[in-house]
């Protein structure tokens, strides 16, 4: 081999050296801000432990319903379970669970052993995305169906988890909120 072949070749190598080690601190930093959004995102728990917490918490449970192959449900996750407003309200005042509707896994709720697509229907859930809220005594409040923006949503969590259902309308409590 020439000595202009084997420069040639040593250049070669150390620029895929640099290439390799350019890539891995890549996937590497890119490993760390995925654990930090999953870190400062919404803490989702499954189904009969949230219902277990938000009743020793004394907080509302918000149970996000979806599947696999929903689109909306993407969007739901990308754009309102991620909106730094709703994380910030969620980790403050509510347990949050995440159920696939069409799961043949099993759970509990209120001493009867679901399915949880057959919680998905007891619930009445019959589309997705769809949002059911439940008190922290473990008693249905109401479900949203579709996809719910972070400036809708964010209403709808205050008027549930601080209680302002039992004293008035929804419309009302937006009208105060608005003044």
Not at 10 to 17: I, L
Not at 56 to 74: A, Q, S
Not at 125 to 154: H, K, M, N, W
Request: with cysteine; charged share 25%; aromatic share 12%.
């Amino acid at each position: 081999m020439s000595t202009t072949q084997m420069k040639t070749s040593s250049r070669r190598s150390r620029a895929r050296t640099g290439l390799t080690l350019s890539l891995l601190t890549l996937t590497a930093s890119l490993l760390v801000a995925d654990e930090k959004d999953k870190k400062d995102g919404i803490a989702w728990l499954e189904f009969e432990k949230a219902v277990a917490t938000a009743k020793k918490e004394r907080r509302l449970l918000v149970v996000d319903f979806y599947t696999d192959w929903c689109g909306w449900c993407k969007v739901m996750d990308r754009d309102t379970y991620a909106n730094a407003e709703v994380v910030k309200y969620a980790k403050a005042r509510l347990v949050m669970a995440k159920v696939n509707a069409e799961s043949g896994a099993l759970t509990r709720y209120k001493d009867r052993s679901l399915t949880y697509q057959q919680l998905a229907l007891a619930f009445g859930v019959r589309g997705y995305p769809a949002t059911v809220f439940i008190s922290p005594e473990g008693e249905f409040l109401t479900l949203v169906s579709g996809f719910i923006a972070p400036d809708q949503f964010l209403p709808i969590l205050e008027f549930l988890a601080e209680g302002h259902y039992k004293s008035m309308k929804y419309e009302e409590f937006l009208n105060q909120r608005k003044s």
